[in-house]
């Protein structure tokens, strides 16, 4: 096993991934910008590097500077976390040939999920169904009407290389399709340097289920259960939970199935999230796979009693998986918050400044509570990086107790300093839609601040 | 130190070049690409389309069609002499591509190189030159160790040429002579006779270890048409040397097979039962990559003007996986770049000219200008090239030179005597050497750096190479020395004279520029082929998986035991 490990990342993600590292007697060594040297979080680390300034591309995303980093320190191994560098395969590349073990997928599995187009063929291949849509990417905005008079309207253009709703055009007819095409492309070669598009099939009200697989270097694959994470602004996740109150146990267990054989299909290591679509008809399509830990493990983690990143860290290792797919016991419902400095009563506009007081609720029953957070009373939120201030994780025996639980270590938290989103969780876990389990992408329940 | 410490080169295309350049490299080479595009196609459709309707009138396929059907589905092929004996004319007519195809072609996976002749010209006889062309194709082979395929439709020597294909040194015997070296070698070699085959042709397909006749096939020493009494007799070349013949009664072929489809199909099969490639076993656990800036803005990197610079380093970015590379000393000799890469996974190694201005390691603080080989720069590249043979890394040269560093200090400082180093060095390493003439390969600039005279295995140009012993301004002072002063002024005031002196140079420039065309030098088999710049990292990522798909031939060392480490760790500064 690994000595020392370099944690690649920053705040929440990089406190989560060093309390496994230690668990499993590992070192962790941290990076930080010149701004996080002074942050509290940077102390769960035995030592940190400062890898250069608050930009994010002076720092946490200058590969070089980060793998010197882990050289000076004597590391054999990087965890990227998620963002920045975590599906870089230049940077995975790099790694590998500075004799430092990425912790995570290989450089190809990573650069075949990357990009869309190909990824939806190689999981079609695999044995998914994917959203009916553009074999590949399209050329111009008559290949697009061509494709979207086949599959029908309304169709949406998406970025091959995008994410986070860039590049992304809702066409409710051909009219809309040819005057988007042409801004599509150049917003999406503006943000991710390919104007290269495709087309799909426009699902409205559709749910967001994702399959949490663990596959290691010996051919075995297996899933950990699925999570919904519906609840979202703007293709934002803001509440996620497991299971989805929307499939039954068959249906559970057939897409868990499915989900792990494909990945294995596919060569795949180490942890990685297939996302689906669900249609209100109740087809499930592939969408796109995540090559990396995901900000909602938790919710995975608390019905499964698995620890992910301690898995990611043996499966790079080159350990087998400790059990098989019958030794993965799926019990009780988590449901898991993520607590953002913004205002939701502005728009969900970032609320940056100084934790006064910062308390959850953790004892207030009836299930357990666990708070991932990288803050303390006293720290700054800092404008450079994102809002998160905590993801608050909540299981209990079943759905219903398990959002009692939510609600009563959110309603008893206490948080001054900054403005939080905790009001709009409450008001959705308090909705007769969410308790129901009846929502979508489109709209989050209970909630009439707007912003969805 | 074990790693191969690669690391990240180049910039995104805008950062490096204005819209405004990257506008005019680009439309400077769109018209030379669409000049090649437009050649290549008049080569491939060789004599035509009658003489196609001809093949299919007999049940055969075109040779274009063989290749199509041999070659694993979605796999480009790479053809070598394209354009050989292009422009030439025999009496009234051309032989495009010399009337045979040579192409590095994936069958089963493996790489092979197929030898096919051209049935749309002269029946798929052979031209002057394309015995040459054959030839070469087999060495390719042989020191890669790749299969060769024949695929033979060949109605023999085209007589009226006869005396410059027949009887020299590389006249159409030695074919059979490199059949020979190759099986003497151990490289497999598959033949598929598909139609006539007459005299020393019978030669090639008999040497190699599997021949496939169809029904429409025959090898005859000599045809119907030189037997006394066949006329009589009704006697065809069939008849005479047909499947009947060879396949059941002489056993110089072993298989007879109905038609072209069913040879093609079985021939893929017999490779099929050869080893498999050991590339990926070499990529040492890494997998292929593309470069992290597409290899399609070379197009719009490089100037045509072969006038102006560019940054060398960003022609590697766009050649090697995800854009990482270690350079080997890189505070010495700097006009030169030395390092290594890996391309499509594979390790090799690149040596390239720096272009613009470069330190002046004699002249501290001073400059001169790059594209020039100087003393530290061949030293450099005479140690980079040599640790690259003991360690078995395929070496690439990407020559834009325009020679050697000339004058007092150049010699003083022994230049000769580096560079005959550095000739000795290419000439006895027997690692792969494949060489690209990017754009200029001059003087002994061009032999310095493998040009074909140092047996590269494949030498390639592009549409902007300008190959020559100098530019033509250059040449044309040196041919009027004694006609000009010092700063190569004319000398004399008669006007007359003058006018001669500057026709007589204009003239000379002018044919040195012809001599530089990139298809002459392909026509006269002086380079292997012409490839856009958008298709060298193809073109080189093939290369490296020939390089390493055969297994024990040749020394490939791992890397923790390169003799590169050495090097960089005695270089590195102390303190």
Known sequence: MFHRVLIANRGEVAVRIARTLRALGIVPIGIASRPDLAMSWTGAM?????????????????????????????????????????????????????????????????????????????????????VPGSDGPLPDANAAAACAARIGYPAILKADFGGGGRGMRLCRDEAELREAFGAAAAEAAAAFGSGSLYLERYLAGGRHIEVQVLCDSHGNAIHVGERECSIQRKHQKLIEESPSPALGDAERAALGERAARAAAR????????????????????????????????????????????????????????????????????????????????????????????????????????????????????????DSLLAKVIAHGATRAKAIATMIAALSGSRVEGVKTTIPMHLAVLASDAFRRGEYDTLTIPGWRGGGA | ????????????????????????????????????????????????????????????????????????????????????????KFGTVESPAAGV????????????????????????????????????????????????????????????????????????????????????????????????????????????????????????????????????????????????????RS?????????????????????????????????????????????????????????????????????????????ILPDRGCEMITGVGRVGGLYLGFVANRQGLVDDPEHHGGKKPAGILYQEGIAKVSAFSRACDADGIPLVWMQDIAGFDIGVEAERLGLLGYGSNLIYTNSTNRVPMFTVLL???????????????????????????????????????????????????????????????????REVEERIEGDMDPYRSAAQMDTDEIVGLDELHAWIHALAEMAYQGVGYRRVKNPRIWSLHDIAALSRARG
């Not at chain 1, 500077?65 to 230049?90: D, Y």
């Not at chain 2, 192409?103 to 197929?114: D, I, N, P, S």
Request: aromatic share 8%; net charge neutral.
């Open chain 2, 101 to 248: 195809v040579t192409a590095f072609a994936r069958v089963e996976g493996r790489w092979t190189m197929v030898i096919a002749n051209d049935n749309t010209v002269a029946s798929g006889s052979w031209w002057p030159r394309t015995p040459e062309k054959i030839e070469r194709a087999q060495e390719m082979a042989q020191r890669l160790r790749l299969p060769v395929i024949y695929l033979v439709d060949c109605s023999g020597l085209y007589l009226p040429e006869q005396s410059r294909s027949f009887p020299g040194r590389f006249g159409a015997g030695h074919i059979f002579k490199k059949n020979s070296d190759l099986s003497a070698a151990g490289v497999p070699q598959i033949a598929g006779v598909f139609g006539d085959c007459i005299a020393g042709g019978g030669y090639m397909p008999i040497i190699s270890d599997r021949v496939y006749m169809t029904e429409q096939a025959y090898m005859v020493i000599a045809g119907a048409a030189l037997i006394k009494g066949a006329k009589s007799q009704k006697l065809s070349s069939i008849d005479i040397g047909g499947p009947e013949v060879h396949v059941a």
């Open chain 2, 439 to 505: 754009r200029r390969a001059s003087g002994a600039g061009y032999y310095a750096m493998a040009g074909l005279p140092y047996e590269p295995i494949v030498q390639l140009s592009t549409p902007i190479t300008r190959l020559s012993v100098m530019e033509g301004r250059t040449l044309a002072i040196a041919a009027f020395n004694t006609k000009l002063d010092d700063e190569f002024e004319i000398l004399t005031r008669d006007p007359e004279e003058r006018a001669k002196v500057e026709k007589g140079m």
């Open chain 2, 251 to 327: 056993a110089c072929a072993d298989v007879r097979v109905p038609d072209d489809r069913t040879a093609l199909a079985m021939i893929r099969g017999e490779v099929a039962k050869l080893p498999t490639s050991g590339a990926d076993f070499y990529r040492h656990g890494a997998a292929a990559s593309p470069p992290c800036f597409a290899p399609a803005e070379m197009t719009s990197l490089m100037p045509g003007d072969h006038r102006l610079a560019y940054d060398a380093a960003e022609v590697l970015a766009r050649l090697v996986d995800e854009s990482l590379f270690w350079e």
């Open chain 1, 266 to 385: 596919l060569g795949y290591r180490n942890a990685g999230t297939i996302e689906f679509l669900r249609a209100a008809s109740g087809e499930l399509y592939f969408m796109e796979m995540n090559t990396r830990l995901q900000v909602e493990h938790p919710v995975s983690e608390m019905v499964s009693g698995l620890d992910i990143v301690a898995e990611q860290v043996r499966i790079a290792a080159n350990h087998p998986l400790g059990r098989t797919q019958d030794e993965v016991k799926l019990a009780g419902h988590a449901i898991e918050c993520r607590i953002n400095a913004e205002d939701p009563a502005a728009g969900f506009r970032p609320a940056p400044g100084r934790l006064e007081v910062f308390a959850f609720a953790t004892g207030a029953g009836p299930g357990t509570v666990r708070v991932d957070t990288h803050l303390a009373p006293g720290d700054e939120v800092t404008p450079h990086y």
């Open chain 1, 46 to 130: 035995e030592e940190v590097v400062c890898v250069g300034e608050a930009a994010a591309g002076q720092s946490y995303l200058d590969m070089e500077r980060i793998v010197q980093a882990a050289r000076q320190t004597r590391c054999s191994a990087l965890h990227p976390g998620w963002g920045f560098l975590a599906e870089n395969k230049r940077f995975a590349a790099l790694c590998h040939q500075h004799g430092l073990v990425f912790i995570g997928p290989p450089a190809a599995a990573m650069a075949l999920m990357g990009v869309k187009s190909p990824a939806k063929a190689a999981m079609r291949r695999a044995g998914l169904d994917v």
């Open chain 2, 1 to 88: 130190m074990a790693k191969v410490p690669l690391r990240p080169i180049g910039r995104p295309l805008d950062a490096v070049l204005s819209a405004k350049e990257i506008a005019q490299n680009g439309a400077s080479h769109a018209a030379r690409r669409a000049t090649l595009d437009e050649r290549r196609a008049r080569v491939r459709a060789g004599w035509g389309e009658k003489y196609a309707a001809r093949v299919h009138e007999k049940g055969k396929l075109t040779t274009r069609e063989r290749l199509e059907l041999l070659c694993d589905a979605g796999s480009p092929t790479f053809e070598v002499g394209t354009f050989v004996n292009w422009g030439r």
